[in-house]
């Protein structure tokens, strides 16, 4: 059983920057891919950026490609998002996530079965 817990999040102005982290705990971590997702009012859940158990493939939603970018540290059992250049679009409920690495990416949040309990990241304009 992997538990999550996820911080960082906050208010921000249109091209501000935020750094969210997410630590895991009670499984192998590195053994597990870990993703963020985000949630936004009236919206479903969508994969932003993925990596995989030994860091060596990462998944970016086309809209955040070369603003945020996803990085683990096994060492720590934390994985991380930077976020930069950050639009009101990107307003929504961060959430991370773990699959078991079966050796593929997979961005439907219904593969995941670990999820943190969200932190709330808000851009203003």
């Known amino acids: 059983q992997v538990q999550l817990v996820d911080s960082g999040g906050g208010l921000v102005p249109a091209g501000g920057s935020l750094r969210l982290s997410c630590a895991a705990s009670?499984?192998?971590?590195?053994?597990?891919?870990l993703g963020w997702f985000r949630q936004a009012p009236g919206k479903e859940r969508e994969a932003v950026a993925i990596?995989?158990?030994?860091?060596?493939?990462?998944y970016y939603l086309d809209s955040v490609k070369g603003r945020f970018t996803i990085s683990r540290d096994n060492a720590k059992n934390t994985v991380y998002l930077q976020m930069n250049s950050l639009k009101p679009e990107d307003t929504a409920v961060y959430l991370c996530?773990?699959?078991?690495?079966?050796?593929?990416?997979?961005?439907?949040?219904?593969?995941?079965?670990?999820w943190g309990q969200g932190t709330q990241v808000t851009v203003s304009s």
């Open positions: 990596i995989s158990s030994r860091g060596g493939r990462t």
């Open positions: 996530a773990a699959d078991y690495d079966f050796g593929v990416l997979r961005m439907s949040p219904r593969s995941y079965d670990y």
């Open positions: 009670g499984g192998t971590f590195s053994r597990y891919v």
